[in-house]
Nanobody, 123 residues
Framework: QEQLVESGGGLVQAGGSLRLSCAVSGMPSTSYTTAWFRQAPGKEREFVARVSWTGVNIDYADFAKGRFTISRDNANNTVYLQMNSLKSEDTANYYC????????????????WGQGTQVTVSS
């Protein structure tokens, strides 16, 4: 059964850091792209970053460039999102998702989703 489990969220002061983890299991494909999205209350879910199966292709939303780093450990079926220099506007529920191809940033491209982990940045 496909399962994605996020962890690592929490409360942090502005300027601080968090590392999110996404543990993946049961994927029907042996290779998949993994992405992070986020959703703040009253807002649409938005793309944060994605990484291809090999790790060669990586893409970030403009707000994430220079502050966030996505990486993956395929041996342990885990994808990470290191977030530095956090701002109050980064407050959201963060989700990881998988897709069978490195196709794009759109929510609809992703087949499986986790339940999310809450990140709250206090100013």
């Amino acid at each position: 059964q496909e399962q994605l489990v996020e962890s690592g969220g929490g409360l942090v002061q502005a300027g601080g850091s968090l590392r999110l983890s996404c543990a993946v299991s049961g994927m029907p494909s042996t290779s998949y792209t993994t992405a992070w999205f986020r959703q703040a209350p009253g807002k649409e879910r938005e793309f944060v970053a994605r990484v291809s199966w090999t790790g060669v292709n990586i893409d970030y939303a403009d707000f994430a460039k220079g502050r966030f780093t996505i990486s993956r450990d395929n041996a342990n079926n885990t994808v990470y999102l290191q977030m530095n220099s956090l701002k109050s506007e980064d407050t959201a529920n963060y989700y990881c998702a998988t897709a069978t191809t490195y196709r794009g940033r759109t929510v609809g491209y992703y087949d499986y989703w986790g339940q999310g982990t809450q990140v709250t940045v206090s100013s």
